[in-house]
């Protein structure tokens, strides 16, 4: 069983579109992130979320907004979607917060494509 | 914040130990040493990580000095699956659970 999931794998979407991508783990985390990995290869973290509630927002543009349904889930929707949101946005979780030593577990990559 | 640097590229041969340094001049004393990597289009994996001490895993072996502003990371017997890209992280701060990637070094693995 893959430990963190996301959906779809590949998205092809025009400009101006709404997509989500969905995110779920097994593991019992309580927290979960969404990174950014740009054409240059940079990853970026994007948001974190501990038991539903937000800890982390980065300078995102508000067209970015992540839902927690429960802790085991993290959606990513975006609104209006420009060519430079084109990337690979990469969920993960880790066990516990405030702890220092817990590892993060990525999921495998939504590429995104913005044409 | 804690900054890292890797060399952008390391060649090994398959069967031989891959050492990647890293160098953490600022770190303060109770941020950890984290290694990470990612193989080409998949999500980074946890390798190890440590504070002060040397640690060992079934992956790896993580070297740190004893000043902590350097560590390195060893592949006791690099196969060509080891081929990727290796991120060496610092936490940004205590308590907290953002991990900043840099550049990272990309090792390859040769026959």
């Known amino acids: 069983d893959t430990a963190v999931s996301q959906t779809p794998k590949y998205l092809v979407t025009q400009m101006g579109n709404d997509k989500s991508i969905k995110c779920e783990q097994n593991?019992?985390?309580?927290?979960m992130y969404w990174y950014k990995q740009d054409s240059k290869k940079f990853l970026k973290i994007m948001f974190s979320y501990n038991n539903k509630e937000l800890i982390i927002n980065e300078t995102v543009p508000n067209r970015f907004s992540p839902k927690s349904p429960d802790k085991a889930h993290l959606n990513l929707h975006i609104n209006s979607l420009e060519l430079g949101d084109s990337a690979v946005y990469f969920c993960?979780?880790?066990?516990?917060?405030?702890?220092?030593?817990?590892?993060?577990?990525f999921g495998e990559g939504s590429w995104l494509t913005v044409v | 914040d804690a900054k890292t640097t890797q060399p952008p590229s390391m060649d090994c041969a398959e069967g031989r130990a891959a050492n990647l340094p890293c160098n953490h001049s600022?770190?303060?004393?109770?941020?950890?040493v984290y290694w990470y990597r990612q193989i080409h289009s998949q999500g980074p994996q946890y390798i190890i990580h440590g504070l002060k001490n040397n640690e060992t895993n079934e992956m790896a072996s993580l070297i740190i000095t004893e000043d902590r502003k350097s560590s390195t990371l060893i592949l006791p017997h690099a196969t060509l699956r080891d081929t990727a890209v290796y991120y060496c992280?610092?936490?940004?701060?205590?308590?907290?659970?953002?991990?900043?990637f840099g550049t990272g070094t990309r090792l390859q693995v040769f026959p």
């Open positions: 593991l019992g985390h309580d927290t």
């Open positions: 600022t770190i303060s004393g109770n941020e950890y």
């Open positions: 993960a979780s880790s066990p516990r917060t405030h702890l220092s030593g817990n590892t993060i577990y």
């Open positions: 992280i610092v936490r940004v701060a205590p308590n907290t659970d953002k991990l900043i």
